[in-house]
C-alpha cells in the first residue's frame, strides 16, 4: 500500500469585512471524490475542505480538516507534506485577499467602493521550496479558455508533476456540477484525457492512474 494521500477540496473565503467575503462557486465534489476513491489504496488520507458544500466537508474514513482561508488551507498542507506522499490540489483557493479587511460591516453609499488586494500564498509554490523525497504533487487549472496552453504555463509556475486541467461554465462541466473532463499533463509531454464522466468516476480513474503513474515520478 502506498503512503499518505492529501487531497484538498473545495474554495477558500477571504473577507472584505465580517460578512462579506471573496470566493467561488466550488462545491468540493471533485476533490472529495478524488478522496473517498483513495481510501484503501493509500496508508492514509488526508482530507482538508474548504467552505463548499456541506455535502462535500468531511469523507468517512479520512482524517479530516476543515479550512477558511487560502493561509489556513496552506498551513493545513504543510503541516502533512512528506515523504512518498501524493498532495493533489483539487481545490480552488481564492488568489487575491483584501489588503486591510473591514473590521465591521461596511455601509452602502453613493460612491464607488475601492478595495486594494494582495496576493495570497501559492500553497503549490510554498510545498516546493520543501522538497520531499519522493512525494507526488498533482495540480488542478480551472481555465475559460486556452485550456492545454494555460495549464502547461501553471504546471511549469508551480513545478508539479501532473496538472488536471477543466474547462469551467463551459458545456456543463466545471463548478458545482454533478459531472466533469479532465485533461491531465504531465512534465514529459505526455495527455491522458479522462471522462466526460461523472465526478465520483473521475475520481476513481485519476487515482488508478496515480497508481499506475507515480512510481515513474518516485524513480
Known sequence: MLEKLIVTSGPTREWLDPVR?????????????????????????VYISGPGSESF?????????????TQEMLERVLQHVEEDATLVMAAAPADY?????????????????VVEFRPTPDILVEVAKRPARGMVRVAFAAETDNLKENARI????KDVDFICANEVFKDGKGFATADGALLILDRAGNETRLGPAHKDALGESL?????????????
Request: glycine share 6%.
Open 207 to 219: 487515482i488508478s492512474f496515480l497508481l499506475r503513474h507515480s512510481s515513474v515520478v518516485r524513480a
Open 21 to 45: 467575503f471573496i470566493s467561488n462557486p466550488s462545491t468540493g465534489r471533485m476533490g472529495w471524490a478524488i478522496a473517498r476513491a483513495g481510501l484503501g489504496k493509500y496508508s492514509q488520507v
Open 57 to 69: 466537508r468531511t469523507v468517512d474514513g479520512a482524517m479530516n480538516f476543515a479550512v477558511d482561508s
Open 154 to 157: 501553471k504546471m511549469q509556475k
Open 97 to 113: 485577499a483584501p489588503v486591510n479587511p473591514a473590521e465591521t460591516k461596511i455601509k452602502k453609499n453613493p460612491s464607488n467602493l
